[in-house]
């Protein structure tokens, strides 16, 4: 089972301790003189790795020869192929259609058969700091807030409007269609399809993990009452461009004026795809939506005026989310290949990812008989 963005964990699940994605995963200072000079033809002075990356392991290099400041990301043990080809591909799409503010490509590996025995990335490394360690260390006004708001939404709608539309729910391919998600789910034609596989994938979960064990059974009956629910039509829910994990840990920012902050750059585009609108609500500007009403409510604003579709003006929004919660609530990832599977802590996720799912299934009978 794959992790989605580290930022959907809870407080609790940060004290357990996972294998993850980086696991067993590695790349020396050897390695990387040797690509560096391979396709660049440079030499390093300066090779940093990163502790930021939770499903990759990011490296920052300086080279003798240039000024020009680099990125290489070594993509982690879950995915094979999809995850390194759908970034390159979203950050083409970027690069071609918008003037977002986006790492170049400068060469990559999508097979881990190479020279390297990993899959990589190596970029160009924007300036700015990352807003989460800025969010760390200081408290940034309201207007600081607005002033990241109206990056952000600018970029927003770029990403909604300029790039062409896909008539499917999924990740980008490298040859520019639509291809399964990173969990080699989909493609999808349509939510429903988009929701019911990801219920059968967790269904498959629950049966094969010995972690979910507990509450294995009272999920499957959930998931059996589950797909006895008819789903009203979603005809209105268009598919979009989503970078899939849009949040602070992932924007650059300038906070040379600390009232007026600028973004300057937007990382890791490796969720990146073609999903529903709604999607991102659920994946992406929880620092936002999650803020006080003032910085919720001017966001919301500020993409409305754009005309892009928020909770406040998706068609049956509420529903939809309850749909999101009772699937990721289902088999939880971050309870996959922990070191230790008897922390209480386990126990007491799984009693309230149960509690959860219990909850919804009955709110979503009630609403669709």
Partial sequence: MSAHSSSSSSDSSELLERNGPTYGISFTRAQADTLIQQYLNKSIISFECIDTGYNNLIFFIDTTESIERYALKIGGRYWKKIKTEAEVKALE???KYTTIPVPKV??????????????????????????????ENQQLSFNAKKSIIQDLVNYIEQMHFRIP????????????????DLNQLGPWSSYEQFIRDRVQANAMDLNTDPVFAPVKDSMLNAIHEFDKLKFPSFTNLPF????????????????????????????????????PCSEEYFTSYQYFLNNDDNVRNYFLEELEKRNISTPRTIEQFSLIEKFNR????????????????????????????????????????????
């Fill in 93 to 95: 799409l970027l690069t």
């Fill in 106 to 135: 400068l060469a990559y590996s999508s097979d881990r058969n190479n020279e390297y025995g990993v899959e990589w990335i190596l970029m160009t490394r924007l300036p700015g700091i990352n807003m989460t360690k800025i969010c």
């Fill in 165 to 180: 539309r896909f008539n499917k729910i999924g990740a980008f391919k490298i040859n520019e269609e639509i291809g399964t």
């Fill in 240 to 275: 979009i461009f989503s970078h899939g994990d849009l949040d602070i840990q992932n924007i650059l920012i300038s906070i040379d004026d600390p009232e007026s902050p600028h973004i300057t750059g937007i990382v890791d585009w490796e969720w990146a795809g073609s999903f």
């Fill in 326 to 369: 009772f699937v990721t609530n289902l088999a939880l990832w971050d309870l996959t290949d922990l070191v230790n599977p008897e922390h209480p802590y386990v126990s007491k996720k799984l009693e309230k990812s149960r509690s959860i799912v219990q909850s919804v299934i009955c709110e979503l009978k009630n609403e669709l008989k």
